[in-house]
Nanobody
Framework: VQLVESGGGSVQAGGSLRLSCEVS????????IGWFRQDPGKEREGVAA????????YYADSVKGRFTISQDNAKNMVYLQVNSLKAEDTAMYYC?????????????????WGQGTQVTVS
């Protein structure tokens, strides 16, 4: 399984970005794709996840109403639309995958990880 993130950048507070995660090599079945973020010196935090079959979504309380996770199965893409960005959203954002019947926002549950894309909010 390979995951490649893109779409990060530097934005002003209140701005928006769309992060993309290209997923390849994943087998059919019950799979979760999650988005996580990590600032140096802090634990990796789960922000959103989506169940590939059925498109059930999960969000951390800190991002509900501002972040939206979605998928385009035809393109093997999972997106994270991030709106109303705040300085505290600054972090490296990662997508990750795990095969399970429901999604968790716990990084320890995920087997496969991308390299990350940096989001900086000033």
């Amino acid at each position: 399984v390979q995951l490649v993130e893109s779409g990060g950048g530097s934005v002003q507070a209140g701005g928006s970005l769309r992060l993309s995660c290209e997923v390849s090599g994943i087998t059919e079945g019950t799979n979760c794709i999650g988005w996580f973020r990590q600032d140096p010196g802090k634990e990796r935090e789960g922000v959103a996840a989506i169940m590939i079959l059925g498109a059930t979504t999960y969000y951390a309380d800190s991002v509900k109403g501002r972040f939206t996770i979605s998928q385009d199965n035809a393109k093997n893409m999972v997106y994270l639309q991030v709106n109303s960005l705040k300085a505290e959203d600054t972090a490296m954002y990662y997508c990750a995958a795990v095969r399970r019947t429901y999604c968790l926002l716990n990084a320890n549950e995920y087997n496969y990880w991308g390299q990350g894309t940096q989001v900086t909010v000033s």
